[in-house]
């Protein structure tokens, strides 16, 4: 089955720094790769996504790259702001109309210092 | 307003007495899905159900049932809930196109 490893655990910028979260995974397969952000004591809800058919997507402060040949998808987050503060996860899944597995990433911990 | 919901959202309980937590969608969703989320070990799915009646082992599916008589419905069973299910658990249902929407969560403890 799917393995997703996720790093850093946990990563302390400054406010207006860049923040780059990386995650690898197995099953070549995949083809679906969402961002989740989850803040202290709420649900963790879809930041951006990104199907294997394209390289990279931006959202404003927001991206995602993905390496289909090295099976390794990065969350870029620019001019990084104390909101930015919160748990990141990635996830994998082969998505296939309306069916998915998702496997996720441990987390990333994202402190953003004023 | 499309959510998910989750009941109940904080439950102390002891080993071996039967609990349900119950979980409703409002978006028509044919998928959902249970999660426990443990401190370094993210998310982990429990059971995942494709549509009304269609249910399935995910990663972690020991100790817990499922049901899915309904489609918005999508109750998580402890028959005999021991302490290694202290977890804070999350019910989800997922569009066509993959986005996974997450109930509040259910804090448990199992003394």
């Known amino acids: 089955g799917e393995n997703v490893e996720q790093h850093p655990s946990t990563l302390s910028v400054q406010e207006g720094d860049s923040a780059v979260i990386k995650c690898t995974y197995s099953?070549?397969?995949?083809?679906?790769f969402p961002w989740y952000k989850q803040e202290l004591g709420k649900r963790p809800q879809l930041i951006i996504d990104?199907?294997?058919?394209?390289g990279e997507k931006k959202d404003q402060r927001i991206a995602v790259t993905l390496n289909k040949t090295a099976k390794h998808f990065s969350l870029h987050i620019t001019e990084t702001q104390p909101e930015d503060s919160a748990v990141y996860f990635c996830?994998?899944?082969?998505?296939?109309?309306?069916?998915?597995?998702?496997?996720f990433g441990t987390g990333t911990r994202l402190l953003v210092s004023p | 307003e499309a959510q998910v919901t989750q009941n109940p959202r904080y439950l102390i309980t002891v080993t071996g007495k039967k609990l349900t937590v119950t979980c409703s969608q409002n978006?028509?969703?044919?998928?959902m899905s249970w999660y426990r989320q443990d401190p370094g070990l993210g998310l982990r799915q429990i059971y995942y159900?494709?549509?009304?009646?269609?249910?399935d082992k995910g990663d972690v599916p020991e100790g817990y049932k499922v049901s899915r008589k309904e489609k918005r419905n999508f109750p998580l069973i402890l028959e005999s809930p021991s302490p290694n299910q202290t977890s804070l658990y999350f019910c989800?249902?997922?569009?066509?196109?993959?986005?996974?929407?997450f109930g509040p969560g259910t804090r448990l403890t199992v003394l």
């Open positions: 996830a994998a899944s082969i998505h296939d109309t309306g069916f998915q597995k998702l496997v």
């Open positions: 099953d070549s397969a995949s083809n679906y």
């Open positions: 990104i199907r294997s058919n394209v």
């Open positions: 159900s494709m549509n009304v009646e269609v249910t």
């Open positions: 978006m028509n969703h044919e998928y």
């Open positions: 989800a249902s997922s569009s066509r196109q993959g986005v996974e929407y």
